[in-house]
Structure formats: C-alpha cells, structure tokens
C-alpha cells in the first residue's frame, strides 16, 4: 500500500500518526513542493502527482488546504485576483487527483478555513467533501454539518486523535514560575500556540482584563505571524502587569516552562473544528477553559470548565468559576489520566489503516 499525504505539515500530528504504519509495511510518503517559489511549487504539483501515480501510489490524503494561498501577508496581495486564482487552481488540483485515478482521503482538521483564502469556501468544502472517497474527523459533532452540505455520512469515519506525551516534561511547576519570575501562589492560566484571530486570544485578554482578579496572572505564549494582529495584541495588554507575554516562536523543549507555570490552560477559541492544543495541555496534566466547539465538545467530564461560546460573557464567568474553585483543580488529575490512558496513536493509526483497508 502507498499513500501520498499533502500538506506536510509542522505540527507532530502527522508523523505520530503515520509512523505506526510505517512499522506496518505501509509506505507513506509526503508530496513536498520542488521549488523554494510558492506558485512554482504549486504549479508543479499536477507533474508531481503523475510521477508518483506511475510509480504505484494509489491513495491520496489530503489534510489542510492552507497551502493554496499566498504566504505573504501583506493586503496588497490578498486581493479577489488571487483568491480566484488559488480557488480554480485548487480545484483543478483536486480534479487531477480524481482522473488520476487516486482514492482521494480528507482529514478535516478545519472544516471552515482560517483566512478567507478561497471565493465562495462554503461550496469549495462541499465540492471536496463530494469528491473524497472518505472523510475522516475526530468528532461526531462536525458529522452533522457535512450532512446538511449534502455530502453523504456513509463515507465519514471519525478516528480519535492519540496523545500529546511527546514533548520534555521535566520542571516543576516551582521551578517554572521561578524561572518566569512567578510568584508560588498566584492564580496562573495559561494560553499556548499559534495566535490566530480565530483563536480568541484578544477576547481572552478583554475578559481576563474586565476580571481584575487578585494574584492572578495571565501568560500568553506564542508565535503570531500576522503583524496587524501582534500590534493589536501589544496595544490590548499594554502595561497590564498581570500579563505576562512571550509571543514569538517557542522552542518544543520551552513548552513546559510555560504551560507547567499554570494552574489552569485555556482554549478560548472563537470557533475550531479540531484541537490539538487541548490534548496537549492534558499531556502535561492541567485542566483547562475550553469552549463548547468541534471535538472539544468530546471532552470527557471533570477535566476542565467547558463554556457556550454563544452565551454572552461565558468565557469570563468561566474564567471565574476555575478561578474560584481552585483548590479543587487537582482533584481533575484523575480524570485526566483516565482519559491520557484511553488513548494512543498506535490506537489512532490502526482506525486509520482499517479505513484505507476500505479503498
């Protein structure tokens, strides 16, 4: 069995995932662009995909679409000429996939896109949810949005993701608020990752400020590319003593600095499909302020503080519920582990291999 995975992305996700497969027999191979131009590597995608068709490889998984847009973030450039432009491409590129005769996987990790990258995306999800073979999600929730896109539930399997266990995990909690220059008894959330407007992070800000909570501190960590958004973000937080922010790229052995400083973790997302950054949070055993939105909602019972995110102020009240019940954090251990233990990536890559078993 080939398989041919595009994007190749940085987040772990996929190696933990494929490496068990790997071991299997299972060749699994990355389609990388050949050229350090953007639209060059794009362009000889199509060629790329013939090659790897003659040489055996019959299935092709599909995980992000974010590649078919410019990397450039200058509003200069993202303008409705180029949004047709990576639009039609992208379709010829799934379309080619299809005649090539590849059985055509989605994982949908995002089910509605980040930026506005693509004209009418609605109908572009749709046109690729239609052409795929399978689709694989990691939360029922989502099933019943591809349903009411007409895209046939036969051909949807929902595959649980494994655990984040993967990073340095080695520094107290003392030892990281000594290091961040944290006092031992402060109330301590904690946000990790990528800033994206998406992910709510100028709301949190807001509600955390609004709060004005007694010994508490708020650490916000994490590299923001779009520099409009960092400036906002800088300009929010301005001299707020009680924020302590690191917004660059952090280095995988510094995630434990960071997230070990807390009490509790946070997702505040304004709206998510799928979120790896709730799994790794409970890797390192802390709880977290997570909304009610795609495979968060699967989250099980007493391992955090789950919110409506449609309700008004619901993220605040939230903040201030674990806020109060402090004390009690620690008793979540317990479901915590439970729930590390049920899951795997060998668990996940065997789900997965069942399914291309179907093609």
């Known amino acids: 069995m080939k398989v041919l995975v595009f994007p190749k992305s940085q987040n772990p996700y996929q190696e933990l995932l494929y490496a068990p497969l790997r071991d299997?027999?299972?060749?699994?191979t990355y389609l990388i662009p050949l050229t350090g131009s953007h639209i060059l590597g794009l362009i000889f995608l199509i060629p790329q995909l013939i090659l790897y068709k003659i040489n055996g490889y019959n299935i092709f998984h599909i995980h992000w679409f974010y590649t078919f847009q410019l990397t450039?973030?200058?509003?200069?450039?993202?303008?409705?000429?180029?949004r047709v432009f990576f639009t039609f491409y992208f379709i010829i590129f799934i379309l080619t996939i299809k005649v090539?005769?590849?059985?055509?996987?989605?994982?949908?990790?995002?089910?509605?896109?980040?930026?506005n990258h693509f004209i009418l995306?609605?109908?572009?999800?749709?046109?690729?949810?239609?052409t795929s073979n399978i689709l694989i999600i990691h939360s029922p929730s989502?099933?019943?949005?591809?349903?009411k896109m007409g895209i046939n539930e036969s051909k949807i399997h929902i595959m649980q993701m494994g655990n984040y266990n993967i990073y340095p995990n080695t520094i107290s909690q003392n030892v990281a608020r000594s290091i961040l220059k944290i006092n031992k008894k402060s109330f301590v959330i904690t946000y990790f990752g990528k800033i994206e407007k998406y992910k709510g992070v100028m709301e949190l800000i807001d509600a955390f400020q609004q709060l004005e909570l007694s010994d508490s501190i708020l650490i916000i960590a994490g590299e923001c590319v779009n520099n409009q958004l960092k400036k906002a973000l800088l300009d929010k937080i301005n001299n707020t003593v009680?924020?302590?922010?690191?917004?660059?790229f952090i280095p995988n052995n510094d995630i434990q600095l960071y997230i070990q400083a807390a009490n509790i973790t946070i997702c505040p997302y304004l709206k998510v499909t799928t979120s790896s950054t709730a799994y790794l949070y409970l890797a390192f055993n802390k709880p977290l302020i997570y909304p009610?939105?795609?495979?968060?909602?699967?989250?099980?019972d007493n391992i955090g503080f789950p919110y409506n995110p449609y309700e008004k102020d619901s993220l605040?009240?939230?903040?201030?519920?674990?806020?109060?019940?402090?004390?009690n954090l620690i008793k979540m251990n317990e479901s915590i582990n439970k729930f590390k233990e049920s899951i795997s990536w060998y668990a996940s890559a065997q789900s997965l291999l069942s399914i291309y078993n179907l093609l």
């Open 72 to 82: 450039v973030s200058n509003l200069l450039f993202q303008n409705i000429i180029t």
């Open 316 to 327: 605040k009240k939230c903040i201030l519920l674990a806020y109060n019940k402090n004390s």
């Open 292 to 300: 009610l939105l795609g495979n968060l909602i699967d989250l099980p």
């Open 242 to 248: 009680s924020i302590k922010h690191y917004i660059r």
């Open 24 to 28: 299997q027999g299972v060749t699994i």
């Open 121 to 130: 995306e609605k109908r572009i999800v749709a046109f690729v949810g239609k």
């Open 100 to 115: 090539l005769n590849f059985k055509l996987i989605w994982t949908i990790h995002n089910l509605s896109q980040h930026t």
């Open 142 to 147: 989502i099933q019943k949005n591809l349903g």
